[in-house]
């Protein structure tokens, strides 16, 4: 255990702006009601949820979503696999392609472990999976990526069923369905633009999927993963699984784009003021090695800045290693000393960069939540 977070455990029970700083938040009452209404959204249309744990990489936060309804957890990473597989949870699809050692390796152990889904969206991928799964004996579950929009990995609807016939043609894994991301959605404009991306995500899909079942193929899972359209697509038909990721904490992109009120942002980044060298700067002891760098995740026009104040006026107008230089009114009252909560821009960066959440109660430490993959990257 680090002594950071012997320290942030120590302080059960008192306010939090007695944390050493940066420290990273987590209003628990948001979260909970956060993973609620999503896990809502899912049984009111009849969908399977599975978050993506790459938001938080925590697994007491996985395990608080299984509780409320998921079905098993989506990584973007074996790293985080793996933490979930010591963790008991058996039922996880990875939303990257694995094609080569020593990854394949790594894979096949868990998926003798697990029920682990892998993402192929190549004739080779396919094939260096049927490899990897026959040479131990394994028969495993795959989905083809199919590319909604975001023009990253993935195959065009029209390209599934060549890629469908390679695969069952070769011995080892097994279709399960499809799926993709609409990542594209952080980049619109307005909620018109960003309705006009979920019918989009979940028109690829769904053109696939009955592409598929059109020659005789089974399809047992259409999935889509967005926070910001989660709830756009959700009852769009055809569709059976949603993988939003960023709904637990949401931050300063959701709330831009609309997905998201600022009252529900349930992770916010406490700094210290540790200068006030001008009437309209402060600035503060968390900088890029805390918040990250993102301006919206795949770059929004909606973003200024690299995080603002929760409370008060004040935006993070520059960032530098481990310094944040805030713009705020020249009668601002911060002083050296003061404590402030930032909103980073986009969760997951900051998940990825800590080592452990302080769960709040009414503004007093509650609990201390481990980063159980911080900073995987394999």
């Known amino acids: 255990m680090s002594r950071a977070i012997e320290s942030a455990r120590a302080l059960v029970g008192r306010p939090w702006q007695e944390l050493d700083t940066p420290a990273l938040l987590v209003d628990l009452d ?11 959204v899912a049984r009111d249309n009849g969908l ?7 938001t ?27 933490v979930l597989v010591d963790a008991g949870v058996g039922d996880i699809l990875l939303a990257n392609q694995i094609v080569a050692e020593p990854k394949l390796g790594r894979a096949m152990a868990l998926a003798a472990r697990a029920r682990l889904t892998l993402a192929v969206d190549s004739r080779e991928g396919a094939a260096a999976l049927s490899g990897a799964a ?4 394994l ?13 990253r990995c993935g195959v065009l609807p029209g390209d599934a069923v060549g890629l469908a016939r390679a695969i069952a043609d070769l011995p080892g894994i097994a279709l399960e369905g499809v799926f993709t991301h609409a990542g594209h959605a952080y980049g619109a404009r307005d909620r ?32 889509v993963g967005s926070t910001p359209t989660a709830e756009l697509v959700a009852g769009r038909p ?8 960023t709904y637990v904490f949401y931050d300063a992109m959701q709330v831009a784009l609309g997905s998201a009120h600022a009252d529900a942002v349930a992770l916010t980044v406490a700094a210290t003021v540790v200068s006030r060298p001008a009437p309209e700067r402060a600035v503060i002891d968390a900088g890029a090695k805390t ?7 795949h770059s929004s026009e909606l973003i200024v800045g690299h995080g603002r104040l929760a409370e008060g006026d004040g935006v993070l107008e520059r960032i530098s290693e481990e310094h944040g230089m805030l713009r705020i009114p020249a009668d601002s009252p911060l002083a050296p000393g003061d404590r402030v909560r930032v909103v980073p821009n986009h969760a997951c960066s900051v998940g990825n960069l800590g080592r452990f959440f302080v769960g709040l109660r009414d503004g007093v430490v509650a609990e201390v939540i481990t980063i159980d993959a911080a900073g995987g990257v394999h």
């Open 291 to 297: 918040l990250g760098l993102d301006k919206g995740v």
């Open 30 to 40: 948001r979260l909970e009601a956060n993973i609620r209404q999503m896990a809502a």
């Open 134 to 137: 026959t040479a131990v004996g």
């Open 139 to 151: 028969r495993i579950p795959v989905a083809i990526e199919i590319d909604s929009g975001l023009r």
């Open 56 to 82: 938080h990489k925590s697994v007491a936060i996985a395990r608080r979503q299984i509780v409320a309804g998921a079905i098993g957890m989506t990584v973007a990473k074996l790293d985080e696999a793996e």
């Open 238 to 245: 055809g569709i059976t699984e949603l993988r939003p990721g």
């Open 192 to 223: 018109e633009q960003l309705a006009q991306f979920a019918v989009g995500e979940a028109g690829a899909v769904v053109e696939a999927a009955s592409a598929l079942r059109g020659l005789g193929i089974p399809v047992r899972t259409v999935s």
């Open 48 to 54: 399977a949820l599975r978050p993506h744990f790459k």
